[in-house]
């Protein structure tokens, strides 16, 4: 803990703070420069990342929900009768997401 000011007593207790972690003032400035910078890097990565997913957030509310093309494609082979249904991959994928939506 740093004391501010310039009176007798806050170089007493500044002195004594010293004392007890054997730092001299220029370690104790370096430390709190090299805090001080890790504090501003976290800030910047933090805010790099909120961006990235604002950016994320933008792209897929730009997107329809309905995939137009994929549609037209299945409902072309429905018509043609050669439309597959994948019964156990369906039913794995209704397990997962009775799973996930309990837990």
């Known amino acids: 803990m740093k004391v501010t000011g310039r009176d007798e007593v ?10 007890g972690t054997k730092e001299t003032p220029e370690e104790a400035r370096k430390r709190s420069e090299v805090v001080r910078e890790s504090h501003e890097d976290a800030v910047c990565s933090f805010s790099q990342r909120s961006r990235d997913v604002q950016k994320a957030h933008e792209a897929i509310e730009c997107e ?40």
């Open 10 to 19: 806050s170089r007493y207790a500044n002195q004594r703070a010293l004392a």
């Open 64 to 103: 329809p929900d309905i995939r137009m093309g994929r549609v037209r494609a299945i409902r072309a082979k429905i018509e043609k009768g050669i439309y597959e249904i994948d019964y156990d991959r369906t039913a794995e994928k209704m397990l997962k997401a009775f799973t996930d939506e309990i837990s």
